[in-house]
């Protein structure tokens, strides 16, 4: 068998394991949703719905039919697409659709579409801060072992780990932004419009993100690294009189990576989570914030339209991680 | 020994250690040690666990720097006093004029990058070749280690090589600055008897050929007779004999070395108590057509493929095999704890499915057989409370009976795992084993896990019992010397299958198939003179 | 170098032998780490004011809900009258902003449901999590097989978004604390299933169980006395780290306006407004912020300290060259018969002891997943 064939076969069924794991994501998501108890159409629509809108929600969703034939409406949709009535008049909505939001009659993909992009921009900016940072402080703190900047390193990680997103940010803002006025309170720039004004307005929100996802890294990778340090092959190339650089820098970080790549395809998810924080607490109108809105005025089909776009977005970060991690230690097609 | 005439052997001598002692914490590792190794000159260090011999391996590197371990003493490789020597010195000596092997050639190679490179990094720390330079010598050391089309295997990583391969390859890296001394840190440990062969064979025709110096550090005496001309037995950190290969062990003068070499099982000494009417009692466990395949669809495994066997009351039969013969999966099928995909195992006449206490078995790992939260008494009072006994001091005088069956002590019953040693613990497992009364026990690898004096405490316990009890043992090991010593009837397994079955003295005096015959060419051999003479005898298949 | 191969022996055989069994060497070595003994005393402390909560507010003569108008300075937008926000005798931190409630009353009553609320998911989740690793561990190839694709799915959800929905749905006559509760459980037990079914097969496999199985005994008994307690030390250490977890979320939920709602106080809904106030009343930014600040890092620092005194290894066998030399054993390193091959061990990286899952981890429990491998001495 050769390597490379096992690897296409790996990756293979790595991608039909995503899209089983998408489809049972969507029929948990649905199910949960527009298959709990009490009046469906009332909770779809919203608290403040006219009786017309209702029965018209009802049709929609088509409440008449047994589940698993809404069910299958609701994926065509996904799949296809399908047309809707207004009430006044047909309309289309295109695949991939994910519904229609009751309350601002508005599609709720084109909702997520137009929010993506202040949201993807916190998040890969500060996906960049934390591996570099937490990566860095990680491999620092494991080469300086027993030394005091590993213990000043071990207290700002755990201080790190241990301070919610939103506290930290909450402090960054007040002091940056309030108290010393070193920079205007963040405004949302398009990074088309303007990319310096795009980066400054974002560096308080990357930095509130990225700190404690950072420290989680520099835990992860310390501990990682330690053990790769522990390791046989270590010890053999030490005893070939290779240098100290080489044999952390090289192997032993090569080898400690591998946990690492796992840890931030994991982390995707609880990025997120934490980007609703931010973009709540500096007012970025990013999905976060959306959601956090939608929740309150409890617009389902946009909640649900968001759930299932991130789990996807998860799942695709956990496949791509999984083949990196494949690619990267090949031992693992073999299992 | 004055400091002007260590200078001066500096250049005949390539190794002098002097007064060597390495302590780890409050443990000695290491005490008082001196001996010397000419250049060009082999000199095994052989001791059990616990003996020091790894230790002073290391401490010949200076690996014991900055590890927290006191060292004391002097030592001097090649020219280089590594106490004194600066970091810079140590990493020039590392390698380049001393390099060493370790045991577990997996472990100690890279996982992510290729063999070649690997060897090509080193390489290139010593001499500052050019990338392409030192790629070149890569490929050209492992050729010399006799790795097949080694241009494109050098671009393969250590997973894709087999485990001798693989040990090829630590020597060929270890070849590649041209040390004057090698040194091999229980380097065929890990490996099946053939291949063990194979490497020490490529160890001598290697130092005939570049003259470079060998320490040798290993526990089997019979590793030690194959390959060098000087043997120091080491116990407690201390140096209990040195002196020529053939003087040790052939007329050792201390006690210890003489108790070693006496507990050491051999490969061509008959069993001395046997049994007249062996293969006549009637059956206890008959196998049938055992089968068992592991996974499923295009990567099944088939472990056991179609073995029939029968156990007779009162008897041993040694199963024998290298990794991945079988004989384990094949030793689980028989107590019951592995399902046969096809095949049937009856037990006193009837076919049976699942366990029977009265088949037992003994594991093969000391640790991980017996339950770490219980105390012994508990683990060996096991099948008594499964079978229903209820009152606590009938079965307190019956566990307490069976320690003291196997040579324990019936206060040993509150005890945890943790306070005993392998040998020990291993004891409790025959206990536990002997309290369910079985007729059967299946000893999986049942000393492979310790060291040698121990093993033949442990043997010995087994044959004990077997007479006084009439217990039919099945003895399921890799090592063909305690197979021999043990078992009245052999069986030899290769791929899953019996290629040889027979009373042990036919089998081992007169082999009939091929592969047991290249079994029992590989083992090492405790004569140096016999060792020569086989090796020569393994050439020539070779070169013919 | 025989330590080394000692240390790398030990860690192979990981789960099988604790240094010694029991609790009391567990106390022992909890007790000889200082961070977390301190850690373990604010904890007890945290509890304690929790538990105490209505006797404290009693001692200081208020209670986290009554409004006070008259504290608050309606003309500057509800600013709390006085210096420090109001502090005094009567209110010993001042009132809150707008409502003018006592702060100090809210802050105790607050830590009541943010410890309530993570203990009471952390036992939702350690009780769905052993269950199915359990079950899949133990159950045929289908039942591993659809527990195990449930428990990736589980794990695909994101905390905080799906946290965010559901609470959003469920009506709000439902009592909130206890629904963040339940939420919080039932979405993030995934790592756990997958950290609990990696144990069960590991121990699975080994002899002892075998022995017993030899021994007679049948099925329940051999998984209650050779496999549960197996379990405890990785479901006791994980569940020590997804505490802190929890709180953070409830807080962060809170802070959302979609958790714990008002009148019931809680640290995290407390600072929602504190962005507006830090000026005219830092004290409502500080107190919150400090608590959940103080708890989360003692927490963690204990639960540090829980998993290395219940795992010594995983902390010693970093721990190279300090020469700690094995026990009276008589073991020949490595001599078994087998060569270790690569082949047969799918994920060479985590096994051993990290029962770190790979694919661990949505949310922000993915953080304590990650820190399971650590060594903390």
Same mark, same amino acid.
């Given at each position: 068998?050769?390597?490379?064939?096992?690897?296409?076969?790996?990756?293979?069924?790595?991608?039909?394991?995503?899209?089983?794991?998408?489809?049972? #994501?969507?029929?948990?998501?649905?199910?949960?949703?527009?298959?709990?108890?009490?009046?469906?159409?009332?909770?779809?629509?919203?608290?403040?719905?006219?009786?017309?809108?209702?029965?018209?929600?009802?049709?929609?969703?088509?409440?008449?039919?047994?589940?698993?034939?809404?069910?299958?409406?609701?994926?065509?949709?996904?799949?296809?697409?399908?047309?809707?009535?207004?009430?006044?008049?047909?309309?289309?909505?295109?695949?991939?659709?994910?519904?229609?939001?009751?309350?601002?009659?508005?599609?709720?993909?084109?909702?997520?579409?137009?929010?993506?992009?202040?949201?993807?921009? #916190?998040?890969?900016?500060?996906?960049?801060?934390?591996?570099?940072?937490?990566?860095?402080?990680?491999?620092?703190?494991?080469?300086?072992?027993?030394?005091?900047?590993?213990?000043?390193?071990?207290?700002?990680?755990?201080?790190?780990? !241990?301070?919610?997103?939103?506290?930290?940010?909450?402090?960054?803002?007040?002091?940056?932004?309030?108290? @010393?006025?070193?920079?205007?309170?963040?405004?949302?720039?398009?990074?088309?419009?303007?990319?310096?004004?795009?980066?400054?307005?974002?560096?308080?929100?990357?930095?509130?993100?990225?700190?404690?996802?950072?420290?989680?890294?520099?835990?992860?990778?310390?501990?990682?690294?330690?053990?790769?340090?522990?390791?046989?092959?270590?010890?053999?190339?030490?005893?070939?009189?290779?240098?100290?650089?080489?044999?952390?820098?090289?192997?032993?970080?090569?080898?400690?990576?591998?946990?690492?790549?796992?840890?931030?395809?994991?982390?995707?998810?609880?990025?997120?989570?934490?980007?609703?924080?931010?973009?709540?607490?500096?007012?970025?109108?990013?999905?976060?914030?959306?959601?956090?809105?939608?929740?309150?005025?409890?617009?389902?089909?946009?909640?649900?339209?968001?759930?299932?776009?991130?789990?996807?977005?998860?799942?695709?970060?956990?496949?791509?991680?999984?083949?990196?991690?494949?690619?990267?230690?090949?031992?693992?097609?073999?299992? | 020994?004055?400091?002007?005439?260590?200078?001066?052997?500096?250049?005949?001598? #390539?190794?002098?250690?002097?007064?060597?002692?390495?302590?780890?914490?409050?443990?000695?590792?290491?005490?008082?040690?001196?001996?010397?190794?000419?250049?060009?000159?082999?000199?095994?260090?052989?001791?059990?666990?616990?003996?020091?011999?790894?230790?002073?391996?290391?401490?010949?590197?200076?690996?014991?720097?900055?590890?927290?371990?006191?060292?004391?003493?002097?030592?001097?490789?090649?020219?280089?006093?590594?106490?004194?020597?600066?970091?810079?010195?140590?990493?020039?000596?590392?390698?380049?004029?001393?390099?060493?092997?370790?045991?577990?050639?997996?472990?100690?190679?890279?996982?992510?990058?290729?063999?070649?490179?690997?060897?090509?990094?080193?390489?290139?720390?010593?001499?500052?070749?050019?990338?392409?330079?030192?790629?070149?010598?890569?490929?050209?050391?492992?050729?010399?280690?006799?790795?097949?089309?080694?241009?494109?295997?050098?671009? !393969?990583?250590?997973?894709?090589?087999?485990?001798?391969?693989?040990?090829?390859?630590?020597?060929?890296?270890?070849?590649?600055?041209?040390?004057?001394?090698?040194?091999?840190?229980?380097?065929?440990?890990?490996?099946?008897?053939?291949?063990?062969?194979?490497?020490?064979?490529?160890?001598?025709?290697?130092?005939?050929?570049?003259?470079?110096?060998?320490?040798?550090?290993?526990?089997?005496?019979?590793?030690?007779?194959?390959?060098?001309?000087?043997?120091?037995?080491?116990?407690?950190?201390?140096?209990?004999?040195?002196?020529?290969?053939?003087?040790?062990?052939?007329?050792?003068?201390?006690?210890?070395?003489?108790?070693?070499?006496?507990?050491?099982?051999?490969?061509?000494?008959?069993?001395?108590?046997?049994?007249?009417?062996?293969?006549?009692?009637?059956?206890?466990?008959? !196998?049938?057509?055992?089968?068992?395949?592991?996974?499923?669809?295009?990567?099944?495994?088939?472990?056991?493929?179609?073995?029939?066997?029968?156990?007779?009351?009162?008897?041993?039969?040694?199963?024998?095999?290298?990794?991945?013969?079988?004989?384990?999966?094949?030793?689980?099928?028989?107590?019951?704890? #592995?399902?046969?995909?096809?095949?049937?195992?009856?037990?006193?006449?009837?076919?049976?499915?699942?366990?029977?206490?009265?088949?037992?078995?003994?594991?093969?790992?000391?640790?991980?057989?017996?339950?770490?939260?219980?105390?012994?008494?508990?683990?060996?009072?096991?099948?008594?409370?499964?079978?229903?006994?209820?009152?606590?001091?009938?079965?307190?005088?019956?566990?307490?009976?069976?320690?003291?069956?196997?040579?324990?002590?019936?206060?040993?019953?509150?005890?945890?795992?943790?306070? @005993?040693?392998?040998?020990?613990?291993?004891?409790?497992?025959?206990?536990?084993?002997?309290?369910?009364?079985?007729?059967?026990?299946?000893?999986?690898?049942?000393?492979?896990?310790?060291?040698?004096?121990?093993?033949?405490?442990?043997?010995?316990?087994?044959?004990?019992?077997?007479?006084?009890?009439?217990?039919?043992?099945?003895?399921?090991?890799?090592?063909?010397?305690?197979?021999?010593?043990?078992?009245?009837?052999?069986?030899?397994?290769?791929?899953?299958?019996?290629?040889?079955?027979?009373?042990?003295?036919?089998?081992?005096?007169?082999?009939?198939?091929?592969?047991?015959?290249?079994?029992?060419?590989?083992?090492?051999?405790?004569?140096?003179?016999?060792?020569?003479?086989?090796?020569?005898?393994?050439?020539?298949?070779?070169?013919? | 170098?025989?330590?080394?191969?000692? !240390?790398?022996?030990?860690?192979?055989?990981?789960?099988?032998?604790?240094?010694?069994?029991?609790?009391?060497?567990?106390?022992?070595?909890?007790?000889?780490?200082?961070?977390?003994?301190?850690?373990?005393?604010?904890?007890?402390?945290?509890?304690?004011?929790?538990?105490?909560?209505?006797?404290?507010?009693?001692?200081?003569?208020?209670?986290?809900?009554?409004?006070?108008?008259?504290?608050?300075?309606?003309?500057?937008?509800?600013?709390?009258?006085?210096?420090?926000?109001?502090?005094?005798?009567?209110?010993?931190?001042?009132?809150?902003?707008?409502?003018?409630?006592?702060?100090?009353?809210?802050?105790?009553?607050?830590?009541?449901?943010?410890?309530?609320?993570?203990?009471?998911?952390?036992?939702?989740?350690?009780?769905?999590?052993?269950?199915?690793?359990?079950?899949?561990?133990?159950?045929?190839?289908?039942?591993?097989?659809?527990?195990?694709?449930?428990?990736?799915?589980?794990?695909?959800?994101?905390?905080?978004?799906?946290?965010?929905?559901?609470?959003?749905?469920?009506?709000?006559?439902?009592?909130?604390?206890?629904?963040?509760?339940?939420?919080?459980?039932?979405?993030?037990?995934?790592?756990?299933?997958?950290?609990?079914?990696?144990?069960?097969?590991?121990?699975?496999?080994?002899?002892?169980?075998?022995?017993?199985?030899?021994?007679?005994?049948?099925?329940?008994?051999?998984?209650?006395?050779?496999?549960?307690?197996?379990?405890?030390?990785?479901?006791?250490?994980?569940?020590?780290?997804?505490?802190?977890?929890?709180?953070?979320?409830?807080?962060?939920?809170?802070?959302?306006?979609?958790?714990?709602?008002?009148?019931?106080?809680?640290?995290?809904?407390?600072?929602?407004?504190?962005?507006?106030?830090?000026?005219?009343?830092?004290?409502?930014?500080?107190?919150?912020?400090?608590?959940? @600040?103080?708890?989360?890092?003692?927490?963690?620092?204990?639960?540090?300290?829980?998993?290395?005194?219940?795992?010594?290894?995983?902390?010693?066998?970093?721990?190279?060259?300090?020469?700690?030399?094995?026990?009276?054993?008589?073991?020949?390193?490595?001599?078994?018969?087998?060569?270790?091959?690569?082949?047969?061990?799918?994920?060479?990286?985590?096994?051993?002891?990290?029962?770190?899952?790979?694919?661990?981890?949505?949310?922000?429990?993915?953080?304590?997943?990650?820190?399971?491998?650590?060594?903390?001495?």
């Amino acid at each position: 068998m050769s390597v490379f064939g096992g690897l296409t076969g790996f990756v293979l069924r790595r991608v039909l394991g995503a899209v089983a794991t998408l489809f049972a #994501l969507s029929v948990i998501v649905y199910v949960v949703f527009y298959a709990a108890p009490g009046n469906v159409a009332q909770i779809t629509c919203g608290p403040r719905c006219s009786p017309e809108q209702l029965h018209q929600v009802a049709q929609q969703l088509r409440l008449d039919d047994p589940l698993h034939v809404r069910y299958w409406h609701f994926l065509e949709g996904l799949v296809a697409g399908h047309d809707y009535s207004t009430g006044t008049s047909v309309e289309h909505c295109p695949a991939p659709c994910l519904g229609v939001s009751y309350q601002s009659g508005r599609q709720v993909m084109s909702i997520i579409t137009a929010k993506l992009p202040v949201s993807l921009s #916190l998040v890969a900016g500060a996906m960049v801060l934390w591996l570099v940072l937490g990566v860095g402080t990680g491999v620092l703190s494991a080469w300086r072992r027993g030394r005091t900047s590993e213990r000043v390193l071990t207290a700002l990680t755990l201080a790190g780990t !241990a301070t919610p997103v939103f506290v930290i940010g909450l402090v960054l803002m007040i002091v940056v932004c309030g108290e @010393f006025q070193w920079l205007p309170f963040p405004q949302y720039v398009n990074l088309t419009d303007d990319p310096e004004q795009w980066a400054w307005n974002l560096l308080l929100p990357w930095l509130s993100l990225a700190l404690i996802e950072a420290a989680a890294f520099a835990r992860l990778t310390r501990a990682s690294m330690l053990e790769t340090l522990a390791e046989d092959h270590i010890r053999t190339f030490r005893a070939y009189g290779v240098g100290e650089r080489s044999v952390v820098g090289r192997h032993a970080l090569r080898g400690a990576l591998a946990p690492v790549i796992a840890l931030n395809a994991n982390n995707v998810g609880s990025a997120v989570g934490g980007a609703v924080l931010t973009e709540t607490l500096f007012g970025l109108p990013g999905i976060g914030q959306e959601l956090v809105h939608a929740v309150n005025v409890v617009d389902l089909p946009v909640v649900v339209g968001m759930v299932l776009v991130v789990g996807f977005f998860v799942v695709i970060a956990n496949t791509v991680a999984d083949v990196l991690f494949a690619v990267a230690d090949r031992r693992v097609v073999l299992a | 020994m004055s400091p002007v005439q260590t200078t001066g052997d500096a250049r005949t001598n #390539l190794v002098e250690v002097t007064d060597l002692s390495v302590e780890f914490g409050e443990v000695r590792a290491v005490d008082g040690l001196s001996f010397r190794l000419a250049r060009g000159a082999a000199l095994a260090l052989v001791g059990e666990s616990g003996s020091g011999k790894s230790t002073v391996a290391s401490a010949l590197l200076g690996l014991h720097h900055g590890t927290g371990a006191r060292v004391r003493g002097s030592v001097l490789v090649a020219g280089t006093d590594v106490q004194r020597a600066s970091g810079e010195e140590l990493r020039r000596l590392r390698g380049a004029k001393a390099a060493m092997v370790f045991q577990d050639p997996l472990s100690s190679l890279d996982p992510y990058y290729a063999i070649g490179d690997q060897i090509a990094e080193v390489y290139r720390v010593h001499t500052r070749a050019s990338r392409r330079a030192a790629r070149a010598r890569a490929v050209r050391v492992l050729e010399r280690v006799g790795i097949p089309d080694a241009a494109r295997r050098s671009r !393969a990583r250590p997973h894709e090589f087999s485990g001798g391969m693989r040990q090829r390859a630590l020597i060929a890296m270890a070849l590649a600055c041209e040390p004057d001394l090698l040194i091999a840190d229980e380097p065929t440990t890990a490996l099946d008897v053939t291949v063990q062969a194979q490497i020490l064979d490529l160890l001598h025709t290697l130092r005939e050929e570049t003259g470079m110096g060998l320490l040798l550090v290993t526990h089997d005496v019979g590793v030690a007779a194959e390959s060098v001309d000087e043997v120091l037995v080491m116990r407690d950190g201390r140096a209990v004999e040195h002196g020529p290969v053939t003087a040790v062990l052939g007329a050792p003068s201390a006690a210890y070395t003489r108790e070693l070499l006496g507990a050491v099982p051999r490969v061509d000494a008959p069993r001395e108590t046997r049994k007249a009417d062996s293969g006549q009692g009637e059956a206890v466990l008959e !196998a049938t057509g055992l089968r068992r395949e592991f996974g499923r669809g295009r990567r099944t495994l088939t472990a056991v493929d179609g073995v029939s066997l029968t156990l007779r009351r009162g008897e041993t039969l040694g199963v024998v095999g290298e990794s991945g013969s079988g004989k384990t999966t094949l030793g689980r099928m028989l107590v019951g704890l #592995l399902e046969p995909t096809a095949g049937e195992v009856r037990f006193e006449g009837r076919a049976r499915r699942g366990v029977d206490p009265a088949v037992q078995m003994v594991f093969q790992d000391p640790v991980s057989s017996l339950n770490p939260r219980r105390s012994v008494g508990e683990s060996v009072a096991d099948p008594l409370r499964a079978r229903g006994e209820r009152d606590e001091g009938r079965i307190r005088r019956r566990v307490t009976e069976l320690l003291e069956r196997v040579g324990l002590e019936g206060a040993h019953y509150d005890r945890y795992p943790h306070e @005993f040693s392998g040998g020990q613990r291993q004891r409790v497992g025959i206990a536990r084993a002997l309290a369910a009364d079985p007729k059967v026990i299946v000893c999986d690898e049942p000393v492979s896990a310790l060291d040698v004096t121990t093993q033949a405490q442990v043997v010995a316990l087994l044959g004990e019992l077997q007479r006084e009890l009439g217990i039919a043992l099945v003895f399921v090991a890799h090592d063909l010397a305690v197979v021999r010593q043990v078992s009245d009837r052999v069986a030899v397994m290769h791929r899953g299958r019996i290629v040889e079955e027979g009373p042990a003295d036919e089998v081992y005096g007169a082999p009939r198939d091929p592969y047991t015959r290249q079994l029992l060419a590989a083992v090492p051999a405790l004569d140096p003179e016999a060792a020569a003479r086989r090796r020569a005898a393994r050439r020539e298949p070779a070169t013919a | 170098m025989s330590e080394v191969l000692a !240390a790398s022996e030990a860690a192979a055989t990981d789960v099988s032998v604790p240094a010694a069994p029991g609790a009391r060497p567990f106390w022992r070595r909890l007790r000889a780490q200082r961070a977390a003994l301190v850690a373990a005393v604010v904890v007890a402390l945290l509890v304690l004011v929790a538990l105490a909560a209505p006797l404290l507010t009693a001692l200081e003569g208020q209670d986290p809900t009554t409004y006070h108008p008259g504290l608050i300075d309606s003309a500057r937008g509800g600013v709390p009258v006085g210096s420090f926000g109001g502090a005094g005798a009567d209110h010993w931190l001042g009132v809150e902003p707008q409502t003018g409630r006592d702060l100090f009353a809210r802050l105790v009553y607050g830590a009541r449901v943010s410890l309530g609320v993570a203990l009471a998911a952390t036992v939702v989740q350690i009780a769905l999590g052993v269950t199915v690793g359990v079950a899949a561990a133990l159950g045929n190839r289908w039942v591993d097989q659809l527990l195990s694709r449930l428990t990736d799915i589980i794990v695909a959800m994101p905390l905080m978004i799906m946290s965010l929905a559901l609470l959003a749905i469920v009506p709000q006559s439902f009592p909130r604390p206890v629904l963040v509760a339940l939420v919080i459980g039932l979405i993030a037990w995934g790592n756990i299933a997958k950290i609990v079914r990696a144990q069960t097969l590991t121990l699975k496999g080994l002899d002892h169980v075998a022995a017993a199985r030899l021994s007679g005994w049948g099925a329940w008994r051999i998984a209650r006395r050779e496999l549960l307690p197996g379990l405890a030390a990785p479901v006791i250490t994980y569940a020590a780290l997804l505490v802190p977890t929890n709180i953070a979320v409830e807080a962060a939920l809170s802070f959302l306006g979609v958790g714990v709602k008002p009148p019931t106080p809680s640290w995290g809904q407390m600072l929602t407004a504190a962005d507006v106030w830090y000026q005219a009343a830092p004290q409502y930014l500080l107190f919150p912020a400090g608590a959940l @600040f103080v708890t989360v890092v003692a927490l963690t620092v204990l639960g540090d300290g829980v998993r290395t005194a219940l795992d010594p290894r995983a902390a010693s066998r970093l721990r190279v060259g300090t020469g700690r030399k094995r026990e009276a054993g008589a073991e020949t390193p490595d001599t078994a018969a087998g060569p270790r091959t690569a082949g047969t061990d799918p994920r060479p990286r985590t096994a051993g002891t990290d029962t770190q899952p790979r694919t661990a981890g949505t949310g922000a429990e993915a953080r304590a997943a990650g820190t399971d491998k650590e060594e903390t001495a």
